[in-house]
């Protein structure tokens, strides 16, 4: 399809207009964190290291980070391990209801996020009985990790298909070795990808981890939006802030490259 010269400068202006919409604050926050000011004003009246090196040394931001490390850790586990396992089901098995079992695996992370926090909230407190605690932000977390994990598997085994497998049925190999050398290695990239963006989802997120974290679970994102209003904590929350996008953009970043690597071998 060919566009007009016009239609060309529209869309590169609109976007222009989105790109900088969403980095120019990011880039604000970047030069913020490097500010003399203690309440972020702007333009920032000159600028140290200082409040790096604060950041750095500070023992609740520490634990905070640690936190958040664990439960991305054990979200994005439990996610891979359940969201291949929905794939296959639903994927290699014809089944009445299959198609609203797929809505329903999906549906977590179309919804709001505080309609998914309170509904876990209420599930945990009121139906099971159970206190809010780091194991009720894991499975909170792994409730909405698993579409990741879920779309990127069950979308190669589209593409792949049964082919190899069956060869590898006729040719004598049993189930598990047929798994081990050759569903696994196909899936391969499509697990790492979706485990990466699952670790990057679940380490960010903030409104889900506020309705079913107890009161001494504190994640990075929480450690910040507690901070930010306190006096001269703003520098040393923008510098935490600059981290964590860093830190989501790596793992987003490396799935990215899995999954064009894969495209670029086909």
Same mark, same amino acid.
């Given at each position: 399809? +060919?566009?007009?010269?016009?239609? *060309?400068? &529209? ?26 000011? $203690?309440?972020?004003?702007?333009? #920032? ?29 054990? !979200? ?7 969201? &291949?396992?929905?794939? @296959?089901?639903?994927? *290699? ?22 309609? $998914? ?5 209420? @599930?945990? *407190? ?29 979308? *190669? ?7 190899? %497998? ?21 899936? +391969?990239? !499509? ?7 699952? @670790?990057?989802?679940? @380490?960010? %997120? ?44 790596? #793992? ?6 899995? !999954? ?7």
């Amino acid at each position: 399809m +060919r566009l007009s010269k016009a239609a *060309r400068v &529209t869309l590169a202006a609109v976007t222009g207009i989105i790109l900088v919409g969403l980095y120019v604050p990011l880039f604000v926050v970047l030069v913020n964190s490097f500010s003399t000011s $203690t309440s972020l004003s702007w333009p #920032p009246p000159g600028f140290t290291l200082e409040w790096w090196g604060k950041a750095f040394q500070s023992q609740g931001a520490a634990d905070a980070v640690a936190t958040s490390v664990v439960i991305a850790l054990i !979200a994005t586990a439990t996610a891979t391990v359940l969201g &291949t396992l929905l794939s @296959f089901a639903l994927q *290699r098995f014809a089944f009445f209801g299959r198609q609203a079992i797929s809505l329903l695996i999906v549906l977590p992370i179309a919804l709001p996020g505080i309609i $998914t926090g309170i509904a876990l909230n209420n @599930f945990f *407190r009121t139906i099971l009985g159970v206190p809010l605690s780091l194991w009720t932000v894991v499975i909170a977390h792994a409730t909405f990790c698993i579409v990741t994990v879920f779309n990127n598997v069950i979308a *190669r085994l589209r593409r792949t298909g049964v082919n190899l %497998e069956d060869a590898s049925a006729d040719l004598g190999a049993g189930i598990w070795t047929t798994f081990r050398l050759v569903t696994f290695p196909q899936l +391969r990239s !499509a697990l790492m990808a979706g485990g990466l963006l699952a @670790f990057a989802l679940s @380490f960010d %997120e903030i409104i889900v981890t506020t309705f079913t974290a107890g009161s001494g679970v504190t994640t990075l994102p929480i450690f910040i939006l507690n901070n930010m209003f306190r006096p001269n904590q703003a520098p040393i929350v923008a510098v935490i802030a600059v981290v964590l996008v860093v830190v989501s953009i790596v #793992p987003i970043y490396l799935a990215q490259r899995l !999954a064009g690597s894969e495209q670029t071998h086909r």
